[in-house]
């Protein structure tokens, strides 16, 4: 499933889901760049919630405070688990691969 958040209180509603994709972004012309991508990605992977959360809207977030413009971070049960600043379709691929290996509960 794919989420845009439309604000920052929506947050709290997603971020303790089991698996969670979270797409940092600075803004919709940064997530224009990967949403082909991460559409395929999620339609692949329907076990995992892709939250994209644009820094515009989202910029009280401390996620957001604590990342740089477009980050993916790998979240399980509300707890990060790994992070990637990385743009290209394989360093995104190895974050859900590793993602489904390690959030088995």
């Known amino acids: 499933m794919l989420v845009e958040l439309s604000n920052s209180k929506d947050f709290d ?10 797409v940092l972004v600075e ?6 760049v990967v949403s082909s991508t991460i559409k395929t990605l999620s339609d692949h992977n329907p ?3 892709f939250l994209v959360v644009r820094r515009d809207i989202c910029k009280d977030l401390e996620i957001i405070k604590t990342s740089k413009p477009l980050t993916f971070v790998a979240s399980v049960n509300g707890t990060e688990v790994k992070r990637c600043e990385a743009t290209d379709s394989k360093s995104i691929e190895d974050l859900i691969t590793f993602l489904n290996n390690h959030a088995m509960f």
């Open 47 to 49: 076990n995992i919630l």
């Open 13 to 22: 509603n997603y971020k303790n889901n089991l698996k969670l994709l979270i």
């Open 27 to 32: 803004n919709s012309e940064q997530y224009n």
